[in-house]
């Protein structure tokens, strides 16, 4: 069986405020839910962490 696509970049640190990892962007019942998404479910939600890690770095600089 393939592995499954990742966007783990093991920097898991996850924020308080957004609730994002700050390594991949995902929400804590997003790495939960992994490797059971269907394919689908997982390319939307690697098509969102782009926009979530910029949102969480903005958010950083403003509250940092």
């Known amino acids: ?3 499954v696509e990742s966007p783990c970049v ?3 640190t996850l924020d308080a405020r957004s ?3 700050l390594g991949c962007g995902r929400r804590i019942a ?3 839910r992994w490797a ?3 394919a689908d479910e997982r ?3 690697m098509a969102e962490l782009p ?3 910029a949102a969480a ?3 950083a600089a403003v509250t940092g």
């Open 51 to 53: 926009g979530r890690l």
């Open 57 to 59: 770095g903005n958010l």
């Open 30 to 32: 997003e790495i939960e």
């Open 10 to 12: 093991k920097v898991c």
């Open 1 to 3: 069986m393939p592995a």
């Open 43 to 45: 390319a939307r939600v």
């Open 19 to 21: 609730g994002l990892c």
């Open 36 to 38: 059971r998404m269907s």
